[in-house]
C-alpha cells in the first residue's frame, strides 16, 4: 500500500495523551508521540503532501501537515475536506474561506465561523491547525463529533493525503490537552515589563475605543510601552492621553520619544539616545544605571518581502556599526537588547531567521553577517502563548481571509535577559472571573485594535553600571552643573532643560544652556539634532 494507515493509538497512549499539550507555536515536538499518516510517493506532482497527524479536546480539533517542500499556505490551493453524517466542510486556505454544504443549502464559511487558526504564518514545510469543534453559522449549530472523513488534497488535481478516499478519524472524549496557566503577575516586583501593541492607525485617539484602551493598558502596566501606527500625533501627545486621560499609568516621571513616522515609546526609563533606521526605531534607555538597546519596529506589510528585507538588513549594520564604534551611538559588549514590534512577517521564513541569527540579505551594501547576541547563539524568541490559550496568535479579523497569526514578536539577548513570563493579552480568551478579577470586558482587545498586546517580563542577568556618557552626540558638562551647561562644539541642535515633571524649564540654540536661578536637584537634558535625540541626567547645584 502506498500509505501507511492512521492509527490512533490504544488507550495506553490515550492516557499519555491527556497528559500532554500540543501547542501551535512553531515547533512541532508535542507531536511526537501521535501517530502520522504518512505518504510515501507523489506520482511527480509539484507539490507533495508527506504526511498527516489529527488529535482533539473536547473543544477542538488539531492537524499537523507536513509538505515535501516550503510554501506559504495562506497563498496555496490546499483543501480541507471534513465530512459527518449531516454536512460536509471544504475550506481552501490560499482564498481564505471554504463552504459548508447540508442538506442542499451551501453557506460561505470564514475563518472565524470555525475558529480557525494556522501556525506559522510564514513560509515553512510543516503546519499546524486548530478548529472548533463547534460552529454557529447564523441560526444553525453544526458539531465535529463520533466519527468523520478528513482529506487534504493539493488543488483539484494535485497530490492528497489520503491518496484516495477518506480517513475516518473518531474522537476521543477521553483526551485532555495541558493548557499552560496564565497569569499576568510579574514573577519578581523588579522584573522588567515591556509591552508591544500595535495600535490600528491611532485608534488609541478614537473616543469609542478610549474605555477599551484604559483597561487594557490598566491591567498589563508595562514599564515600557512600543506602540506602532501612531501616525498623526506626537509621542507627548500619547504620553498625555494615557496619563491624564487613561489614567492608565503609574508614576510622575515619564519619558516620551517618537521616532520613524509611526513608533513611539514611552519609559519608566530615561531614553538616552534615539534614531530612525529605515523607518524603525533605535533607543537606548538607562535602566537604573544599565544602558539597554531597544529597537521598537513596524516592518513593511503584506507581500513586500524585499522590504522588510531591506529593512532588516538595516538594522543589522546598525548594530554591528554600533559595536564597531561607527555609528553615533557606542554599543559596548554585554548590553542588552530587545527587538519587538510588529514584523508582518507573512512572506519568506528566512526573514525571520535573518533578524535573530544577524545573517544579511545584502551583504554587498551592507556589509558582512554578524551575531546580534554576545554569546554567539542569536537573538531568542520570547513565543508567547495567547492567555488562557495553547496558541500563539498576536493578530485577528473578522474582516480580513487570512486566519489568525503571530505577527508581533519580541526578540532579546537571552546572554543577559532572561524571560520571567510572557503572554498576548485577548480578553475574549480570558474566563468571566479573570474578567472581573481585572476590571476587562470580554471584547476589549476587539475594540481596540486588530492586533493584541504582546508582554513580556525580563530579569536582567548583568548588574553592571554603563557610563552615561557613552550614548551620545555630545557630552554635557560640567555634571553637576553651577550656572552653565555646555557641550561639544560640534553639536548642532536644540538644547532642552526638563524638570521632574516634563515641563520645559530652559532651552538654548547653542552648545551652552544657562541654569541660574534653577531649583537644585536632578533634571533631563534632552539633545536633539536633525536625525538624532539624547537624554543626560543633569543634577544641578545652585
Known sequence: MKYLIFLLLSSCLSTAISAQSIILDEEFEDWSGIASLLDVGDNGTSLGLESLAIINDQGYIYFKVEFDREINLQSENINLNIETQDFRLQYNFGDGEGRLFRSGIVSEVNHPDISLITSPTVTSTVFEMRLARRWNI?????????????????????????????????????IELERLPYSAEKVNESDLRICSYNVLRDQIFESESRSAYT???????????????????????LLNRLFNVFGALEGTEWHHSKRGSDLIVLSKYPILFAREISGNGVFVLDKDGQEMVLINIHLACCEQDRNREEEIDALLR????????????????????IITGDTNFVGNADQLEALTKGDIFNNDFYGEDFQPDWDEDGLADVKPLTAN????????????????????????????????????????????????????????????????????????????????????????????????????????GVLELINLSGQIVASSHTSQLSTIGLDSGVYLLKMKSKSTEVHHRIVINP
Open 138 to 174: 447564523g441560526s444553525n449549530v453544526f458539531n465535529l463529533e463520533g466519527t468523520i472523513d478528513i482529506n487534504i488534497r493539493h488543488g483539484n488535481n494535485g497530490d492528497r493525503i489520503p491518496d484516495s478516499g477518506a480517513l475516518d478519524y473518531t474522537f476521543d472524549e477521553s
Open 318 to 337: 546598525f548594530l554591528r556599526e554600533a559595536r564597531l564604534g561607527n555609528e553615533n551611538y557606542d554599543l559596548k559588549e554585554g548590553t542588552p537588547i
Open 215 to 237: 483597561r487594557l493598558l490598566s491591567h498589563i502596566n508595562a514599564d515600557i510601552y512600543c506602540f506602532q501606527e501612531i501616525y498623526d500625533h506626537t509621542s507627548e501627545q
Open 389 to 492: 490559550t495553547n496558541v500563539s496568535y498576536t493578530w485577528f479579523s473578522n474582516f480580513s481571509g487570512f486566519s489568525p497569526g503571530r505577527l508581533d514578536f519580541v526578540f532579546y539577548t537571552d546572554s543577559q535577559i532572561e524571560k520571567q513570563n510572557a503572554f498576548v493579552l485577548d480578553t475574549r480568551a480570558l474566563t468571566s472571573q479573570q474578567l472581573n478579577e481585572n476590571n476587562l470586558e470580554f471584547l476589549d482587545s476587539n475594540l481596540a485594535s486588530d492586533h493584541r498586546p504582546v508582554i513580556a517580563d525580563f530579569k536582567f542577568l548583568t548588574t553592571s553600571t554603563t557610563d552615561q556618557g557613552s550614548a551620545q552626540l555630545a557630552l554635557p558638562y560640567p555634571n553637576p552643573s553651577q550656572g552653565t551647561i555646555s557641550v561639544q562644539s560640534e553639536f548642532n
